[in-house]
DNA sequence: ATCCAATTTAGATTTAGTCTCAATTAAATG
DNA sequence: CATTTAATTGAGACTAAATCTAAATTGGAT
């Protein structure tokens, strides 16, 4: 894979930034994630190197993670079992999640109003977010019905 | 440790509605977590209970977590590294989380705003909420001055 | 009091993630 | 462009967290 465009990302100014590297692991993992629609985890995001061919160690990956969370291309996300799974913040559209303790099933949620006093309560402890993780936990629909 | 009452709570009527043993280590462990201030993982609490004499294994305790959960007698939270913690929903007022990615300080917020539209958005979905976990990764204050 | 399925125990095992250090590489320097 | 050097990577060893196993125990139904 070539990189496709020689324009500064957020992640390349947040490595110029950081004093970072700009290797061609990390610029190809850059890349991958931000192409990525759906939920990945550090060893579903490993596999996909593997199946292109791109020779990228394991440990490799683990420690581009929290670099591509912290310049804010991806954010925390959730998925099958408990393990930490991650989505791009460019791929598809910001939400967060409700989790059917019973069944596991995930429901994708958006509130701008809620993220309009996320930026308010951040303002008011002078905190600058990068991403953030909001969670519900509890049954769904179908799982309420059963119950009964 | 004696059980302080013999009323039903929470987590005897949720252990009873699931079909459940009141067992002693169950009953041993919610009254230890009930009166918890602070934020805990699965093995300070077991270190408690070692401390306290109680003979609970370690397994034990692990399994019972997710059922105190369940039935909301804890919620998720935050803590040193990348463990999940855990706190008492009723030792302590609710609360959120601010994480900074720098100091790892964590700051706890509260906004009665954010939590009736957590509510709206679950009656939206016909979803029932248990617990949540909401919080926001950034750069706090004194961070944000250094950076420059 | 008896019975049995659920639960616990202790330790083995699995799994996720981190660490190590020699080899490689980005990029600063002249 | 060639040299230099500190940062980064790769491969596999290692660690820590969490789960599993099977025998022993126990809650609670009968
Ligand atoms: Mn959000
Ligand atoms: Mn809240
Ligand atoms: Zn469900
Ligand atoms: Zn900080």
């Known amino acids: 894979m070539k990189t496709q465009t020689d324009m500064p990302n957020r992640f390349t100014s947040f490595l110029e930034d950081r004093g970072l590297k700009l ?34 160690a394991r440990g490799t990956v683990y420690r581009t993670i929290p670099l591509l969370l912290e310049s804010g291309v991806i954010q925390k996300s959730v998925g ?20 059917c303790l019973k069944c596991h099933k995930v429901i994708e949620f958006h509130s701008d109003e809620i993220e309009k006093f996320q930026d308010q309560i951040c303002e008011k402890y002078d905190f600058e977010m990068v991403f953030h993780d909001h969670r519900m936990y509890g049954h769904c629909g179908s799982c309420k019905e059963k119950k009964k």
Chains 1, 2 share one sequence.
């Open 80 to 99: 099958e079992g408990k393990r930490e799974f991650f989505e791009s913040q460019t791929g598809k559209e910001h939400h967060d999640h409700l989790v």
């Open 23 to 56: 290797t061609y692991e990390r610029r190809y993992l850059f890349e991958k994630v931000s192409r990525l629609k759906g939920h990945f985890n550090a060893d579903s995001l490993y596999e996909s190197l593997q199946r292109d061919k791109a020779r990228i």
